[in-house]
C-alpha cells in the first residue's frame, strides 16, 4: 500500500504521501462523490477558485502563505494542504 498510518495522541494520521499518488487519491474523491475524475478536478478548481476571491482576509492570507500569487493545480492543491494541515 501507499501508506502507512501512525498514532499520535489518538489521531491517526497520514504519512509517506507523494506527489504521484495524487492521481489515486483524486480518483478515490471522485469516485467517493459519484463524479468522473475531470468533474472532480473542475470541482476542486472551482473551489481554488473560490478561495482565491474569498473577500475574507484570513482566508486570503492563508491561501497566499501556502500558494503566493499563484493558481495551484488540483493535484497541487491537495497535496500541499494535506502536507501543511496539521491536526
Do not use: C
Request: without cysteine; aromatic residues 12%.
Amino acid at each position: 500500500m501507499w501508506y502507512r498510518f501512525y498514532e499520535n495522541k489518538g489521531v491517526k494520521k497520514l504519512i509517506g504521501l507523494k506527489r504521484h499518488d495524487m492521481r489515486v487519491i483524486l480518483k478515490a474523491g471522485a469516485k467517493a462523490r459519484g463524479l468522473s475524475l475531470s468533474e472532480f478536478k473542475a470541482e476542486v478548481q472551482e473551489n481554488i477558485d473560490d478561495i482565491m476571491n474569498s473577500q475574507d482576509p484570513v482566508v486570503k492570507e492563508h491561501f497566499k502563505k501556502y500558494f503566493g500569487n499563484r493558481i495551484p493545480s488540483p493535484e497541487e492543491y491537495i497535496y500541499t494542504i494535506t502536507k501543511k494541515t496539521k491536526f
